[in-house]
């Protein structure tokens, strides 16, 4: 039997949020990675493997994909998708970060 993920209670999810506050691009980074782990469920290999093309901010989703290429839809709700779009904004003021984002020559996103 496969041993369960230990849920975050809510006080903790707080604290970690808490220390994502900021104007910062780090933080704004932070925040949206955080946001999207807690909302959508994913692991930290789908997440952290997203491309540009993978997040739909006009319907607040992305497509996960999973062992074995496995690819998966889910929704995130507004607050992530308030924190992925200021992370953009922030990305994009970066020189060198968004040399080139468009789908045709996909990016990591957020930030690998």
Known sequence: MQKLVEVLSDEETRRILEVCEGRGFVQQRDQALVRMFYNTGGSLAEIGDLL????DLDT????????????RRVRFGAKTA???RRY???RSRRPGLMA????DSPRKVPGR
Do not use: E, I, N
């Open 100 to 103: 080139s984002t468009s789908c």
């Open 52 to 55: 540009v093309p993978d997040v």
């Open 60 to 71: 607040d989703s992305v497509v996960l994909t999973g062992k074995g290429g496995k690819q």
């Open 82 to 84: 308030g924190a992925l």
């Open 88 to 90: 953009v904004r922030a």
